[in-house]
């Protein structure tokens, strides 16, 4: 439950990030500008929407690394990975002890010989 809420926080700083990184002026235009970059300027001043802008991208960055880094530790539900304290050679040897099934010779489809079926004759059948 935990990791899902957590995957979900993940996802909205990703597209928030994505979206604020978009919104920001470039020294050509880009971006910023196409997306009301000049309705930002006007209501923060000149420098003021860039500062925002900024500090908001900073925040969601430092939120974005730290969410990584959480869920990285955190214990995935639906991982299939062994967190055992064991050492690797322990291990090994452990599942060598498990006996396997004996090995089926195959041939090549070309060499295999279809079973011999005996079909009664007439003399075996009268006896």
């Known amino acids: 439950m935990l990791y899902g809420v957590a995957i979900f926080i993940f996802v909205l700083v990703c597209i928030m990030l994505m979206g604020i990184i978009l919104l920001q002026s470039s020294k050509t235009g880009g971006m910023g500008t196409a997306m009301g ?3 930002i ?37 639906a991982s299939r990975i062994d967190f055992s304290k064991d050492s690797t050679l322990s291990r090994n040897k452990r599942s060598a002890a498990v ?11 070309g060499e295999q010989v279809a079973p011999l079926i005996k079909v009664p004759s007439e003399t075996e059948e009268g006896e």
Do not use: H, R
């Open 37 to 39: 970059g000049q309705a």
């Open 41 to 77: 300027n006007t209501a923060f001043g000149g420098y003021g929407a860039d500062k925002l802008l900024v500090k908001i991208t900073s925040g969601l960055a430092v939120s974005f690394m730290t969410l990584a880094i959480i869920i990285g530790m955190m214990d995935n539900p």
């Open 99 to 109: 006996e396997t099934a004996p090995a089926v010779d195959l041939l090549p489809i």
